[in-house]
């Protein structure tokens, strides 16, 4: 593929991104690459409502093809939340360091039994041909009473992965890219591009 743009502002995501995708994609865009690209109002009940939305909207904005995913974390002994409103947890531009704050505070009272928490993430790819298709990734761990690790970005250095000794942000960007929700859905989407460009 020539060009893919991933809906994001994130460099971080676009990173992880990019190592996935290495060798397929020409020229990856994200979001800040095209000014006049308009924000999405994020108001869908699900992974799925969010992550769609963003990329048919960056899709017709830009007559290119979109890559948006819409991910978060999804803690048991919160009922679900912070979920949809993971970025915005604790306000509608918090930083990574407030959200964490936040999650430490409301998990604070909980034994670890109920610390038991998930990263979902749901990739949608529309195409300006019409297509659109749907990748999901899930990641189970739970959520520590402090922060550990320099890597990654988000809830990464309170979440300890099942079966290892790690978080998210102890991990390299090879190893997380291998395991991660986002990584999951990106190996999907890598295998649905590479088909789709024999065609």
Known sequence: MNRLLVATRNRGKLMEIKAV????????????????????????STFVDNALKKAREA????????LADDSGLVVDGLDGRPGVLSARFAGP???????????????ALLPMASRK???VCVMAFVHPDGSEQIF???VSGRI?????GEGGFGYDPLFLVD?????MAELSVE???HISHRGQALSAFRVYLQQREQR
């Not at 520590?144 to 550990?148: E, K, N, Y």
């Open 21 to 44: 995708l290495d060798g397929l994609v020409d020229q990856l865009l994200c979001s800040t690459d095209l000014p006049d690209l308009p924000e999405t109002v994020e108001d869908g």
């Open 59 to 66: 899709c017709q904005a830009s007559g290119l093809p979109v």
């Open 93 to 107: 531009d918090a930083s990574d360091a407030a959200n964490n704050r936040k999650l430490m505070a409301e998990l």
């Open 117 to 119: 928490a998930a990263f």
């Open 136 to 138: 999901q990734g899930v």
């Open 144 to 148: 520590l009473d402090g922060l550990r």
């Open 163 to 167: 079966g290892s000794q790690q978080t």
């Open 175 to 177: 190893e997380k890219n």
